[in-house]
């Protein structure tokens, strides 16, 4: 009785899995039609298990359509340019780092130290001139005093140094060494007593006429001269 019944069996369930199979493939073309991309879910091998006494029938698609079924769907999906389901997922970008330069409010720069530029002591450009054989101030030789003692009060820090001269033509050198003297000291005299000039910033010298600091005229070594020591 088994024997009989197996091939009746067999013969029903191939009759059902054809029209299963039509079925499915109507169905297919439907998705198909309304998803050219099939990008859909893969419908699962179709699995069916007959209990017959003891044994276990199992029929099942095979492995090889499958693959063939996914192949179609790859191309119908780069046909159609839809996205690719099976692909693994691009792993997320990274966002751009930005480097940001702390910086200061305003620009900091050392202290600079004012360079201090020494003045060498430098004689005025107006002597005292005077007669000969004479120590007396004349009139227009005032305002070249006035000279010195601006520069002076100008200038707080400086102090001048009045040396006297004599002409070498005129005299010997022992007159000479007294009227430079004479001279030196009434020039002196006066910006003390007339323009207030400290006497310590004052010094006074002379040099009688062993020293001509006019060689090219004779007549104006008869001079008191300015040294400022700025």
Avoid: H
């Avoid at 009989?4 to 493939?25: D, G, H, K, R, Y």
């Avoid at 069916?48 to 790859?74: C, D, H, P, T, Y």
């Avoid at 966002?95 to 702390?102: G, L, R, S, W």
């Amino acid at each position: 009785m088994r024997f009989i019944l197996l091939p009746i069996l067999f013969i029903v369930l191939s009759f059902s899995l054809n029209a299963q199979e039509n079925n499915t493939e109507a169905a297919t073309t439907t998705e198909k039609a309304a998803d050219p991309c099939n990008c859909g879910t893969v419908r699962d091998s179709v699995l069916m298990q007959l209990n017959s006494g003891e044994e276990v029938i199992v029929i099942k698609r095979s492995a090889q359509q499958l693959s063939v079924a996914q192949s179609e769907m790859a191309r119908r999906r780069k046909f159609y340019d839809c996205p690719d389901i099976f692909a693994a997922p691009e792993p997320p970008k990274e966002a751009p780092k930005v480097e940001i330069t702390p910086t200061l409010p305003f620009d900091v720069k050392p202290e600079e130290k004012a360079e201090v530029k020494k003045v060498e002591p430098f004689f005025l450009p107006d002597p005292v001139f005077f007669r000969i054989n004479k120590w007396v101030i004349d009139q227009p030789e005032w305002a070249k005093i006035e000279l010195a003692v601006n520069y002076l009060n100008n200038n707080p820090g400086a102090t001048v140094v009045v040396t006297g001269y004599a002409d070498k033509k005129t005299g010997n050198a022992t007159i000479n060494q007294r009227l430079s003297k004479n001279r030196s000291e009434a020039v002196a005299k006066a910006m003390q007593t007339k323009y207030g000039i400290a006497k310590n910033r004052i010094s006074v010298n002379w040099r009688g006429d062993g020293q001509q600091p006019f060689k090219l005229d004779n007549d104006k070594n008869r001079a008191v001269l300015f040294l400022i020591n700025p």
